[in-house]
């Protein structure tokens, strides 16, 4: 329980947005975060939950910071840059393992590339 954090929304007693995440060795982890999307239309509850949940996991002094995996132009603004990720399936049958490798570039498209940004570069004036 000491290492999960919760970043909550509220309008009254109803929790309008949160963001589930949790502090593991130097690293914070958001792990889930969900909004309402009504609400979202008039209040930004996605970029704003995000930007306190930022706030606070920079004031813990970690040395990373995971913010998880959509929403990739909003987090490259904020200085978040892209990991490659994999995973390994295979199928026992042979039949479904050349499936698999027919398949997979439709399973499993490539996301399409998000423009670098170098958000902590020196503003000052050369």
């Not at 929790?15 to 060795?25: D, E, T």
């Not at 889930?32 to 209040?43: E, I, S, V």
């Not at 698999?100 to 399409?112: E, N, T």
Request: a negative charge; glycine letters at 4%.
């Amino acid at each position: 329980p000491e290492d999960a954090a919760f970043t909550l929304f509220c309008q009254g007693e109803r929790v309008v947005a949160f963001v589930c995440g949790v502090f593991h060795q130097d690293n914070y982890l958001n792990l889930f975060c969900g909004f309402d999307y009504q609400l979202n239309r008039d209040a930004d509850l996605y970029f704003n939950l995000l930007y306190e949940d930022l706030d606070y996991a920079l004031r813990q002094n970690v040395r990373g910071i995971h913010v998880g995996q959509t929403a990739d132009e909003f987090k490259s603004r904020v200085g978040c840059s892209l990991e490659a990720r994999f995973f390994y399936v295979k199928a026992r049958d042979r039949n479904l393992q050349s499936l698999v490798r027919i398949a997979s570039p439709y399973l499993f498209p490539a996301a399409p590339p998000s423009a670098e940004r170098n958000v902590f570069r020196d503003a000052s004036p050369s």
